[in-house]
Structures are given as C-alpha cells and as structure tokens.
C-alpha cells in the first residue's frame, strides 16, 4: 500500500467550476501536507501547504485536513485553464515528503 | 529571488558510464534533498542533508548512487555503472531552517541508452 493515495483522474471540469481533489495517506506520524502542481515537462511547484486541521485558504485554492480521516483535500474554486495540470498530494515524515501519484486536472474551455 | 538551479538539463549516457547531476539551491536554504521521478514510480526521496548534520541516504536504490554537499551548500548526486531503469527526472528541492515547505529545482533529465 502507498503512503500517499490520490483519486487517480483524469478529472475534467468546465472553466469556472469548482475542483475537487482528494488525498488519503496512511503514516499517522506525518503532520505537514503539501499540494503541488506540476505542469506537463516541468518540475512540481508548491501551491498550498497545510498543518492543522480544518481549512485554509489562498486565492482560488482551498486546503482541507482531517487528520482523524487521514485525508487531505483541495478545492480549485473558479478554475480557469491554466489550472490544467496534475496536482501531487504529499505528506511529510522526518523531513522527507511522501508524493501520491497525481490527479491529472484538465478545464474545459 | 533566485531559485534551486540544475544542471545539466538533459543527460544522455551510455549504460555502464557515470554521470554527475548538480544542485544550487535557494540562497540561505539549510536542507536539500533529491528526488527522483519516472513513469513507473512516481515521485521517490532519494536523500537529505540539512546544514553539516550527517545526510539522511535511506531513499538511495543501490550502493552506485551517492551524493555528497560541499560547504553546506551546492550538491552532487552520483551515480556510477549508469542503467536504463535509471532513466528518470532528477529533482532537486530546497527548504530554509525551521520551514518544512521544499521547492523544486527544474530538474535533470537523465536517459540512459
């Protein structure tokens, strides 16, 4: 069994619609949890980071943890094309961050 | 500000040579790590060093991968007798004291023919 599980995509959604992604991990031990987006041909790039449970917030992107659920989840509110991409979840355990493989995002025009 | 630099971009040897990838990071960063991501395996640690501490290599596949980080800053990731299932994007992340947030350099491609 991974770390890090992702519903496995593709996920397809009209310009302007919200985004749902969803991470479950299994290491009780990780306390820090991290989206990255990752554009065809390019390395990840950090778009949210989260620590405690509950929800947080930036820009277009909401985080949400739920430590009890072992879940992670992100919201792309009002998602626009250059959102299309694949979203890495990861978890941190003693510094080394744990990768899910990826939900592949594409946003209809 | 500048961010984590790599290099070379690309890399194409031949089974059995050695190569060299390089890591600059973020100016001020105190860990570093590699990661290496392929098709098959998605995104795996590799290693870590933070500031002169001992490097965690738990993530290294075989003993022909090494790394070392010289003056606690640039580093090089080794890997000797290269084979293809070592074909893969080699990442190189940064993150500063006290942070846990790691950024990503560009990355190096490494195909082995």
């Known amino acids: 069994q991974k770390e890090v599980e992702q519903n496995s995509g593709p996920l397809s959604v009209p310009e302007g619609a919200i985004a749902s992604l969803n991470c479950t991990y299994s290491?009780?031990?990780?306390?820090?949890f991290f989206w990255y987006r990752q554009y065809s041909g390019k390395s990840p790039e950090l778009i949210m980071s989260?620590?405690?449970?509950g929800d947080k917030e930036d820009g277009r992107f909401t985080a949400q943890l739920n430590k009890a659920s072992q879940y992670v989840s992100l919201l792309i509110r009002d998602s626009q094309p250059s959102d299309s991409a694949t979203y890495l979840c990861?978890?941190?355990?003693?510094?080394?961050?744990?990768f899910g493989a990826g939900t592949t995002v594409t946003v209809r025009a | 500000g500048a961010g984590v630099s790599q290099s070379p971009s690309n890399k194409v040897t031949e089974k059995g040579k050695d190569v060299e990838l390089r890591c600059d990071p973020i100016?001020?960063?105190?860990?570093l790590y590699w990661y290496r991501q392929s098709l098959g395996q998605g995104l795996e640690f590799l290693i870590y060093?933070?500031?002169?501490?001992?490097?965690?290599k738990s993530g290294l596949p075989s003993d022909r991968f090494s790394a070392e980080r010289t003056g606690g800053s640039v580093s090089t990731l080794t890997i000797q007798r290269t084979q293809q299932e070592d074909s893969a994007v080699y990442l190189c992340?940064?993150?500063?004291?006290?942070?846990?947030?790691?950024?990503f350099g560009p990355g190096t491609r490494l195909t082995v023919t």
């Open positions: 100016s001020g960063h105190t860990a």
């Open positions: 290491d009780r031990g990780s306390q820090s």
């Open positions: 989260i620590y405690s449970n």
């Open positions: 990861a978890a941190m355990g003693d510094y080394k961050l744990s």
């Open positions: 060093f933070q500031g002169n501490s001992a490097p965690d």
């Open positions: 992340a940064s993150s500063s004291l006290g942070k846990y947030e790691q950024y």
